[in-house]
Structures are given as C-alpha cells and as structure tokens.
C-alpha cells in the first residue's frame, strides 16, 4: 500500500521546520532530521485496481540539528525502525549505544 502526502505544512506555531532553515540552506545536499505528527485527510481508491491510497496531512512537524542528543537518538530509532520494517538484523539499543560512546559516532 502506498500513501501521498499533502503538500501543505501547518500555519501556527505546530510548524517547527523553520529551526533547520539555515542548516538547509548551508547544506542542501545533506540529510535533515525531521520528526512529524500526521493523520488522514482522504482516502481515494484506484477504480481499475481496486488500490486504496490514504493522503497523510502533516498536523505538527519539528526540526532537529544535526548534533544533538535528541537527533542522535532519533537517528538511531529511524535507523532501527527501517531495519525492522526491512527484516535486517539489528543490535540493541543499548549495544549500538555502547558502540556510539566507543567511535564517537553522532549519524546514522
């Protein structure tokens, strides 16, 4: 099943991607952090394939600087989260942080 997204971002103060504003001007070609709270607007279903396709609209979204604990824990939980829904192996949480301290890593 696919999903759209609706191309409109909340108007108030629930749109925080303006705090990465600048890191995405510096540094277009990199990967920003992003964490975001959706829900349903419609759903259309393909008449030919019977396909059903929700459109997700963003209801609050935030931005995350690249080094932060935050985003270092986020990173990690989006790197774990792709490896479940892919079916590769993973480590711990408390294994990869342990690696993390060791190398000094801070990105996925």
Same mark, same amino acid.
């Given at each position: 099943?696919?999903?759209? $997204?609706?191309?409109? $971002?909340?108007?108030?103060?629930?749109?925080?991607?303006?705090?990465? %504003? %600048? %890191?995405?001007?510096?540094?277009?070609?990199?990967?920003?952090?992003?964490?975001? $709270?959706?829900?349903? *607007?419609?759903? *259309?279903?393909?008449?030919?394939?019977?396909?059903?396709?929700? *459109?997700?609209?963003?209801?609050?979204?935030?931005?995350?600087?690249?080094? &932060?604990?935050? %985003?270092?824990?986020?990173?990690? $939980?989006?790197?774990?989260?792709?490896?479940?829904? &892919?079916?590769?192996?993973?480590?711990?949480?408390?294994?990869?942080?342990?690696?993390?301290?060791?190398?000094?890593?801070?990105?996925?």
């Amino acid at each position: 099943m696919s999903v759209t $997204l609706s191309g409109s $971002l909340p108007a108030d103060d629930r749109n925080g991607i303006a705090r990465i %504003a %600048a %890191a995405l001007v510096d540094n277009p070609e990199s990967a920003h952090l992003i964490v975001a $709270l959706v829900d349903c *607007t419609k759903i *259309t279903t393909k008449v030919e394939s019977g396909d059903v396709v929700p *459109t997700a609209r963003i209801r609050a979204i935030e931005g995350f600087e690249g080094h &932060t604990a935050d %985003a270092k824990e986020l990173r990690r $939980l989006l790197r774990r989260a792709y490896e479940r829904r &892919t079916g590769r192996v993973e480590l711990p949480l408390e294994m990869e942080k342990a690696f993390d301290d060791i190398d000094g890593r801070t990105d996925a």
